[in-house]
């Protein structure tokens, strides 16, 4: 039965629950069709091993799962989240497409009967890590029980049934729904865990560890070497003092190769954005609006909320007391200063980019939460219900039990809590309310009130008063400190103009720096959905993989909230597979400096077999300790990580110097190891070190496959066409 304890709370648990099976789900089976319907090439999404991906399939996919979060109350996702939530589903699809395809090729699978037994069995350790699944595991039995899966169903039918109002049985028959939609999905989850469980018992099935790499694996890790260190660093060097061929470039190319291989198209592209903001113009007019506010606020014939009204204040005015929480920091912090009455001069807030005049009507000490109980009489004849109120607030007076009054009328009079909380988020209150909440927050422990009210009266007892605060009857006007057309049009035809005598790519640079712009670089996929985070950029995507060729600049385009202005120009696209050596050059160059001036530096370490030799020689000197084998050496006087030095040091015996030059990123090194001690407080258990680095092994080795398997399936996207 703690099923059922469970369901009656699904309201926020349910949705994260949802959130992961449906996931699963989609990057599981979702895309079982897709494919083998003859499509149009302007539909497609993309195509992953051969097989056509559908953008009609793939949005409904993706509206199905924005439905579910709005069936519990979720609301539409903003563009932000919807993206994310798209490329979840896309990738997952891409894993799960290459996991697919190995384990086919190694004869694993999950057969339906299994999956069967899995669940009646209840034991495997991956039904705890599936949704929904892993709710109706018992926690005491750790078991999965399939008899509280039925039991919550019948629970939610049960009350839908027997719900007292529409809105509760409509909210059991939509959990009811939700619960019958996912379990589908759950167990197509968990078959998906299972084969790649499988999977990954293969792989670290021929994973082992034994003693003596355990040993080398503490020793490295443990033993700690000091050292006088010697150093040549590059720097010394003038790059121009170096010469470096093609042949050198070419060299330096094929033995970086590998390092250079891509498994995707890109597209480097320059840009520039332009933020058009208020000229002085726009925010003088604001402030002359903000000057009427203020002096409107010093005006006794006008009320607070017609000053805000009328100043088109973004915050409106509640007309009630309200806490430091319910104002932003701004506001806050200025009405600690000010004394009841007060008006504050206009003042700009550079946090969120507004003009603000403040009137603080009142200060008051008050509850932040209360207590009440209430008999409602509404929608009778106005004077029975006055009447009808009166003789109840008497009768209350006199002694009578509350309760007994309201069941008399129908009504249960249960105490209930409200918080300052209640109304401060509200945009606006009606009179009514205004009136209730007042009364609450001012009334006095016990105190009964008499409330007439439009739809009828109502008798409030307010019975307990909690966590008193000061709260601040507080009138603002804040107004964003806009653009107006005006300066637009002439930001625009300026940006316009700069764009029309740019002409190409590459005359974005001069004519920036004329204009006053900044031009910038980004490298695209297809799975970008903007430029560097730029609001409702998504057409500039868009034209540099489907319009563009090199050396094209794109029309103006306005993003951001409209307030930005965006050119964009393709420079380079670069194929999948490896990198050209050309776009590679100036990387390479500085490979082939620094290994020239290794040689270099390394010649002046001729014959060097001492500290002191290696001082004659020019090098700097320097203490060096706690070098390790597991994790690159520390050289403090040229600040900067030194991994080759970690296996050289460790590599050479106490008191001994080293043989050789040791070349490094920032200099070429010799030493002599001083001094060689295991780390204090710690020893060495062969069994306990064999599993750690048994379990090192498989997060590497599982780490690896994966990247690998994703690079067995040929992908084409073209999702940049859609969103």
């Not at 590599?651 to 090194?669: C, I, R």
């Amino acid at each position: 039965m703690a099923a059922i304890g469970k369901i009656r709370s699904w309201g926020p648990v349910l949705i994260t629950i949802l959130a992961i099976a449906l996931l699963g789900f989609i990057a599981e089976t979702a895309f079982e069709t897709l494919g083998k319907k003859k499509m149009m090439d302007s539909r497609t999404a993309g195509i992953v091993d051969g097989e056509k991906v559908d953008i009609n399939d793939f949005t409904q996919l993706v509206e199905e799962y924005q439905q579910l979060l709005k069936l519990q109350g979720q609301g539409d996702l903003k563009e932000d989240a919807l993206n994310n939530l798209r490329d979840y589903i896309w990738n997952n699809y891409l894993r799960n497409k290459a996991i697919e395809k190995e384990a086919a090729e190694l004869g694993l699978m999950v057969t339906d009967e299994e999956l069967k037994n899995v669940l009646a069995e209840g034991t495997h350790p991956s039904l705890r890590q599936v949704p929904l699944i892993g709710e109706f595991v018992n926690q005491q039995t750790g078991r999965f029980d399939y008899t509280q899966v039925n039991t919550a169903r019948e629970y939610l039918k049960q009350a839908a049934q027997q719900a007292n109002t529409m809105e509760e049985r409509q909210q059991a028959l939509e959990q009811s729904e939700l619960l019958e939609r996912c379990w589908p999905l759950a167990e197509k989850l968990l078959r998906q865990q299972l084969l790649l469980d499988k999977y990954q018992a293969l792989l670290t099935g021929c994973i082992a560890s034994n003693p003596v790499s355990a040993k080398a694996a503490f020793d490295g890790a443990n033993v700690e070497s000091k050292v006088l260190l010697a150093s040549l660093p590059y720097a010394s060097v003038n790059d121009n003092d170096i010469e470096v061929s093609d042949a050198d470039l070419k060299d330096k190319y094929n033995e970086m190769k590998p390092a250079f291989k891509t498994y995707e198209e890109t597209r480097d592209v320059k840009y520039v954005a332009y933020q058009v903001l208020p000229s002085q113009q726009d925010r003088d007019k604001l402030m002359e609006i903000m000057g009427e506010a203020y002096a409107s606020f010093n005006k006794d014939s006008l009320t607070a909320a017609e000053v805000v009204r009328a100043s088109q204040s973004q915050v409106p005015y509640v007309g009630l007391p309200v806490t430091r929480s319910a104002m932003s920091y701004d506001i806050a912090a200025r009405v600690d200063s000010m004394s009841v009455g007060q008006v504050s001069e206009p003042f700009e807030t550079a946090g969120d980019n507004t003009f603000n005049v403040v009137k603080l009507l009142n200060k008051v000490q008050a509850p932040d939460s209360v207590e009440f109980r209430a008999i409602a009489l509404m929608g009778l004849d106005p004077t029975a219900s006055e009447k009808m109120a009166d003789s109840i607030y008497q009768a209350i007076k006199a002694g009578a039990v509350f309760d007994s009054i309201a069941k008399k009328y129908g009504q249960t009079g249960a105490k209930n809590w409200i918080t300052s909380a209640n109304y401060q988020s509200m945009q606006s209150i009606d009179m009514d309310n205004r009136q209730l909440f007042s009364t609450l927050f001012s009334a006095a422990t016990g105190e009964l009130k008499n409330l007439k009210l439009s739809q009828g009266n109502m008798v409030v007892q307010v019975t307990d008063r909690r966590a008193m605060v000061t709260k601040y009857d507080v009138a603002v006007v804040k107004r964003t400190i806009n653009y107006s057309t005006d300066t637009h049009t002439q930001a625009y035809n300026q940006f316009s103009q700069f764009v029309s005598e740019s002409q190409n790519v590459d005359g974005l640079a001069a004519k920036a720096a004329e204009y006053g712009y900044t031009v910038l670089d980004r490298q695209l996929t297809a799975g970008n959905h903007n430029i560097a985070n730029l609001q409702g950029s998504h057409d500039a995507v868009k034209w540099a993989f489907g319009q563009a060729d090199e050396g094209d600049l794109s029309e103006v385009m306005r993003c951001g909230n409209g307030d930005y202005l965006l050119v964009v120009g393709l420079q380079k696209v670069t194929p999948e597979g490896y990198a050209d050596i050309n776009s590679k050059r100036e990387e390479l160059k500085q490979m082939v400096i620094r290994d020239k001036k290794f040689t270099k530096l390394a010649e002046k370490f001729n014959g060097v077999n001492s500290i002191d030799a290696a001082k004659n020689a020019g090098a700097q000197v320097d203490t060096v300790d706690l070098i390790t084998f597991a994790a690159p050496a520390s050289i403090r006087s040229l600040g900067t990580m030194e991994p080759a030095l970690s296996g050289a040091v460790s590599a050479t015996e106490k008191g001994q110097f080293s043989k050789a030059p040791v070349k490094g990123l920032q200099a070429a090194y010799m030493f002599q190891v001083l001094d060689r001690q295991t780390r204090q407080g710690v020893q060495f258990d062969a069994k306990n070190q064999e599993e750690m680095l048994r379990q090192q092994a498989v997060r590497q080795v599982m780490s690896i496959a994966n990247q690998d398997l994703m690079h067995t399936i040929k992908v084409q996207d073209f999702r940049y066409n859609f969103f």
